[in-house]
């Protein structure tokens, strides 16, 4: 196994880790340790998540090439008018 050595670390970051390895009954090398597993798996988690997610809409992209959609501006007129229209039908009810 490696070695890694942290220097110059501010005093309460070194007096938070050492309460945080109390509350969880280990020693500070060993909830150091922790910490850096847990981030670093979770970085790469998230970056297979990324991808996954790139892949995704990239295959959506594929299936749904050529296709013609509605401009966003038209879009958003048609819902204006829905809006308008129900509620100019509701200012007509007595």
Known sequence: MA?????NLDEDLVRRLRIRAA???????AEHREILRLALVADGEQE??????AERLAE???RTAGRGSAPAAELLREARAGRMQ???EAG???
């Open 48 to 53: 297979t998540s990324r991808q996954q997610a």
């Open 3 to 7: 070695t890694l050595t942290v220097r």
């Open 60 to 62: 959506f992209r594929r």
């Open 86 to 88: 129900t509620l100019t």
């Open 92 to 94: 007509d009810d007595p």
């Open 23 to 29: 509350e969880h009954r280990r020693s500070a090398e």
